[in-house]
Nanobody
Framework: QVQLVESGGGLVQPGGSLRLSCAAS????????MSWYRQAPGKQRDLVAH???????YIADSVKGRFTISRDNAKNTAYLQMNSLKPEDTAVYYC?????????WGQGTQVTVSS
């Protein structure tokens, strides 16, 4: 059974940093694509960043220059380094992992940016 376990969320002051992790288990091969989405209260779930198994990345314009995505294929783990956090980054952050024809969501981790 595939599981995605996210960690690293929490409360941080504006301008601070957090590093989210997403560990995938239950498959013998690494995901083709690992993504981070976020959903603020009352809003849709939006793509923040994704990274392919070969290391190609996409970063949404709203976080470009502040967030970076990386992965360790040996550990089937993706990371989202978030710097210069703003109150508008407050959301539940979800990990999504895709293998051929199948995708799975993590349970989400809360990120709150507030003074």
């Amino acid at each position: 059974q595939v599981q995605l376990v996210e960690s690293g969320g929490g409360l941080v002051q504006p301008g601070g940093s957090l590093r989210l992790s997403c560990a995938a288990s239950g498959k013998t091969v690494s995901p083709n694509l690992m993504s981070w989405y976020r959903q603020a209260p009352g809003k849709q779930r939006d793509l923040v960043a994704h990274i392919s198994s070969s290391g190609n990345t996409y970063i949404a314009d709203s976080v470009k220059g502040r967030f970076t995505i990386s992965r360790d294929n040996a550990k089937n783990t993706a990371y989202l380094q978030m710097n210069s956090l703003k109150p508008e980054d407050t959301a539940v952050y979800y990990c999504y992992a895709e293998w051929v024809a199948m995708g799975y969501w993590g349970q989400g981790t809360q990120v709150t940016v507030s003074s």
